[in-house]
């Protein structure tokens, strides 16, 4: 029954935050936290505080770490620095290329992808880091911006006076 509390409490966090990210994206501290990502020169160009804002931004994201950090802790019960192993690191680290930037759908959908793939692929266990690293190799050839990529919503350019 523990588990099934955690698994249930986990679900309803990980609706909860992406709820708030999905808020805090629409408004300006979000399209800052975008504008700096893009080009942090435009950025302190246009009046943006990029101290703060990048501030912001590990805050939130060095506090959603710490409740992942609780579950975690509560799950395996003992913490220590042993626990986490470089393959874990790496993993992280794949599954933000392959997801892309800025996009949290394909994170989520990357994180599946690269959880369940090593479970397919099991045959080739000694062989698993050097498929990670060909896979981030590939898709920063072939997909840069990852599997989905962010939609911006903005108003439509106009069209200018042709020169002939």
């Not at 920063?140 to 006076?161: D, E, K, Y």
Request: charged content about 15%.
């Amino acid at each position: 029954m523990k588990f099934i509390f955690i698994y249930t409490v986990l679900v309803l966090v990980v609706l909860l935050v992406l709820y708030i990210k999905h808020r805090l994206t629409r408004m300006p501290i979000g399209r800052a936290w975008e504008a700096l990502r893009e080009d942090e020169i435009a950025c302190r160009a246009m009046g943006l505080n990029h101290v703060l804002v990048k501030l912001s931004a590990f805050m939130l994201g060095a506090s959603t770490a710490g409740i992942a950090g609780v579950f975690f802790a509560s799950y395996q019960g003992f913490v220590n620095p042993t626990s986490f192993t470089f393959f874990e690191s790496a993993l992280i680290l794949a599954i933000v290329v392959l997801g892309g930037m800025g996009s949290t759908l394909g994170v989520v959908l990357a994180a599946f992808v690269l959880t369940v793939a090593p479970e397919l692929l099991r045959s080739f266990a000694e062989y698993r880091v050097l498929l990670f690293g060909m896979l981030m190799v590939l898709m920063m050839i072939w997909r840069p911006r990852g599997l989905v990529r962010t939609s911006r919503v903005g108003v439509p350019l106009r069209q200018g006076a042709r020169h002939e």
